[in-house]
């Protein structure tokens, strides 16, 4: 996969945006960078993570009370800690600031329980075509991918979905910002990936897709204009 950015974005919903957005500018410390109207009844608030985005969509409809995703934590790597510091949001998202080097983590890492390791180490490996690094600290039963400089860990969990839904409280989607969303969409569908739904053009900003792994959970591959120049469909 040809990253347009380096590292990955990820992103939730959430019903109540006030105390979500003072926890994660004022306890958290990320700088709040625009809000991007998507469509009527959803806004996205976004703030830099690190160069990587938090998207955090305000839904003016009441979000369905889904099981969790896969996606189970944020990790953002902050100077001067001698050790992980673990937060909750108001939504339940979990996050923890670590010390630079944790897992291999410089920026942000994102932690997954899944039902198979190896199941999901052949999609990152074949599907995303992502290289696989083995910090020291990692465990044994973990496996960890490197998307431009964010870390991707995974490891089993019993509670893990089969079926991840998109809509819903908690962690929800990762994005992959890529310079052909078609070609890497059909690459992914190719190699044993489903398909969440096909490459569309969103206006002058993007032209994005969705695509999904062993477990279901989602993943936006995303072709923004003000990465890549152009949002014409390159080559399925």
Known sequence: MKLAKPRIDIGFATNNAPPVLAFWQDEIGLPFDHTQPIRRGHRQHRHDLRGSVLKINQMYETLPDNPPSG??????????????????DPEGNRVALVPPGRFGIQRIGIRLGVRDVAAHARFYAEALQLPEIAPADLGADARAFLAGDTVLVVAPAADAPDDAAFDGKGWRYITFQVFAVDREHAHVLAHGGREGYAPVTLGTTARISMVRDPDGNWIELSQRASLTGSLEPVGA
């Open 71 to 88: 996606y189970r934590e944020l990790l953002i790597a902050r100077e001067g800690l001698s050790q992980a510091v673990a937060h909750v």
